[in-house]
């Protein structure tokens, strides 16, 4: 089985190291760059699974970082970043992470985050059981884990790849956003219910579903195809 690529992009050495050394050790392929642009092109190059990615470098903002890299290709995101508080959480989750770990970490608990999220990635992505789905302007290729709209091939993060997925495969099902957060980011999630609110509306803008992808209130959310 070919081992996992993960980048840290980290300009704190001794925290590369780190995790360098505890992801080897579980059988990880680790890349460490120490700057953004550095990052950037190693990314880019490589293609790892998965990025672990730093808030605060010496040359371009890791929330700039995650940007860049969430319009280039499709990988999850986990930020790094010694800033806790809850605001800034969901600033680095709207720029397209995936997850979020405050410093000082576990090492432990960063491990398991990304075995979880790339388990979650692999079934999405592992999915086969149809080619392509067609939902109103929307087709759905689950085999390339990718979704287009009249023909033009849609810029979505993996979460709202998954979430923008729930919500075609069960039309008219009510969601809640615990429900959501449970089911797309998963038990151990640190976030709270408005990182939901914050990814429905990229995709509703995204996918062109204002009309389609409603708010139920005081509730959550539901798909109704016209």
């Known amino acids: 089985m070919e081992q996992r690529k993960i980048l840290v992009i980290e300009d704190e050495k001794p925290i590369a190291d780190i995790l360098k050394y505890g992801f080897e050790k579980e059988g990880f392929v680790v890349q460490c760059a120490y700057t953004g642009s550095e990052g950037f092109s190693l990314a880019c190059a490589e ?3 998965l990025v672990l990615l730093d808030w605060m470098l010496p040359d371009i903002s890791g ?12 990988v ?15 600033y680095g989750l709207e720029s397209g992470a995936d997850d979020y770990v405050t410093k000082p970490f576990d090492l432990r608990e960063v491990i398991a985050r990304v075995k979880t999220i790339l388990r979650r990635f692999d079934k999405a992505h592992g999915t ?3 080619n392509l789905m067609v ?3 929307l087709t759905v290729s689950e085999r390339e884990r990718s979704v287009s709209r009249q023909g033009k091939l849609l810029n979505l993060t993996p979460k709202e790849y998954e979430l923008l997925l729930c919500f075609l495969k069960h039309p008219r099902q009510v969601f809640t956003r615990t429900a959501l957060l449970d089911q797309i980011w998963g038990y151990d999630f640190a976030g709270d219910t408005r990182t939901v609110d914050i990814h429905i509306q990229r995709i509703r803008k995204k996918a062109g579903l204002e009309e389609t992808l409603l708010t139920v209130f005081g509730v959550g959310y539901k798909y109704v195809p016209q």
């Open 47 to 49: 293609l790892p699974d």
């Open 63 to 74: 929330v700039d970082v995650c940007r860049m890299l969430t319009e280039s290709y499709t």
């Open 128 to 130: 086969d059981t149809e």
């Open 135 to 137: 939902c109103g302007q």
């Open 76 to 90: 999850p995101i986990i930020m790094l970043t010694a800033r806790g508080n809850v605001e800034d959480k969901l």
